[in-house]
């Protein structure tokens, strides 16, 4: 493919360059590339994704973390919290979760609602920084406000446990809720099983059959353990249903766990 040029750039129209990005990835990442290396901060952000992702070019994390780097220099938000991922997970860099912490608390106060909740989990966890469960809960209802699902579930644990807040089910309930309807997997399990508790099983098990469209493969093997430990025989016979598709020693191992705690996991 033909590199772009500058005047190709300055030439192209928003309706065209839109019809371009939702094209064929190759000639999407062509086009954010050439626009990163002219200094556009969105397109470096939107390229060092595209890196990260294999999208449209060949996988490669180290130049994903020098793209994402240039942009957070130059204070885009995103760029700030996707750096913080870098760091938090070695991509591209060495990992070091209090560097990783430094970018998320600077995404968050961006007003970057992902930056809010990778700020605050870190908090919660004392991931990269000294636990403080007040100023997460602070953060993760700024990222709630803005109709952050992940956020929602989080808030939602603080009101089950009694985190730094008075015990309250109802209200981890309608947080769970929101969570689960905003498309969180963790959401959606967790109101399923408050649901459970209160016997709305039928209503439980329409969330619990929804969980597998977005969970990650660990989540599903500790799901299907509380499935396969559950009195209800409805739960029971979905985890037979979700074992039917995954291999033998999956199901072993899920029908050995224990009850295990699915309300707070690591950030995904």
């Known amino acids: 493919m033909n590199e772009v040029t500058l005047k190709a750039l300055a030439n192209v129209s928003r309706d065209e360059l839109a019809a371009i990005l939702a094209g064929p990835p190759e000639r999407a990442a062509a086009w954010v590339a050439a626009a990163a290396r002219n200094g556009i901060v969105e397109a470096q952000a939107v390229y060092g994704q595209y890196l990260l992702d294999g999208h449209g070019v060949e996988r490669d994390v180290d130049e994903a973390f020098v793209w994402f780097r240039h942009a957070a220099r130059r204070d885009h938000p995103m760029a ?53 469960r007040v100023q997460a809960l602070q ?45 969180d997997f963790r959401g959606q399990f967790n109101y399923a099983r408050l649901l459970a508790e209160r016997g709305e099983i039928a209503e439980a098990l329409q969330w619990l059959q929804r969980v597998p469209r977005t969970a990650t493969a660990a989540f599903l093997t500790k799901m299907r353990g509380w499935l396969a430990a559950s009195p209800i025989g409805a739960f029971r016979s979905l985890e037979r249903s979700l074992a039917a598709s995954a291999n033998p020693d999956s199901r072993a191992n899920a029908q050995a766990s224990t009850a295990p705690n699915l309300t707070r996991e690591p950030r995904t």
């Open 80 to 132: 700030m919290n996707m750096l913080g991922r870098c760091y938090e997970h070695g991509w591209g860099t060495t990992a070091c979760a209090p560097v990783a912490v430094y970018w998320y608390r600077l995404a968050a106060r961006a007003g970057l609602d992902w930056g809010m909740y990778n700020y605050a989990s870190a908090l919660a966890l004392g991931h990269g920084v000294e636990r403080d």
């Open 139 to 183: 953060w993760f209802r700024r990222a709630a406000e803005l109709g952050h699902a992940k956020s929602l579930n989080f808030v939602g644990s603080f009101y089950e446990d009694g985190w730094t807040v008075d015990a309250d089910p109802n209200a981890a309930l309608d947080y769970y809720r929101r969570a689960a309807q905003g498309g």
